[in-house]
Nanobody, 124 residues
Framework: QVQLVESGGGSVQAGGSLRLSCAAS????????MGWFRQVPGKEREGVAV???????KYADSVKGRFTIFQDNAKNTVDLLMNSLKPEDTAMYFC??????????????????WGQGTQVFVSS
């Protein structure tokens, strides 16, 4: 059974940093497209960053230069390091896993497995 468990969310002031972690069980992160998404109430889920099996990464324009996605194959985790946080980064953040084609874009459509999410709140 596949499980993705996010951690590391919380409250931070604008300009601060947070590191989200996604611990995977039942799958090997290096064999999947792994991604981070976020959602605020009333809006569609937004792709933040993905990393494919070759290590190629994609980022949403809104987070480029501020967020970094990286996977630790030894720990079977995928982290999202978030720097220079802005109030508009406030959202529920989700970790997801999908097969190869999922990483062709930041769309959530091809991601098969999802975590429960971790809340990030950035105050101004």
């Amino acid at each position: 059974q596949v499980q993705l468990v996010e951690s590391g969310g919380g409250s931070v002031q604008a300009g601060g940093s947070l590191r989200l972690s996604c611990a995977a069980s039942g799958l090997t992160v290096s064999r999947y497209c792994m991604g981070w998404f976020r959602q605020v109430p009333g809006k569609e889920r937004e792709g933040v960053a993905v990393v494919d099996v070759g290590g190629i990464k994609k980022y949403a324009d809104s987070v480029k230069g501020r967020f970094t996605i990286f996977q630790d194959n030894a720990k079977n985790t995928v982290d999202l390091l978030m720097n220079s946080l802005k109030p508009e980064d406030t959202a529920m953040y989700f970790c997801a896993a999908g097969w190869g084609a999922a990483c062709s874009s930041l769309s959530s459509i091809r991601f098969a497995y999802w975590g429960q999410g971790t809340q990030v709140f950035v105050s101004s």
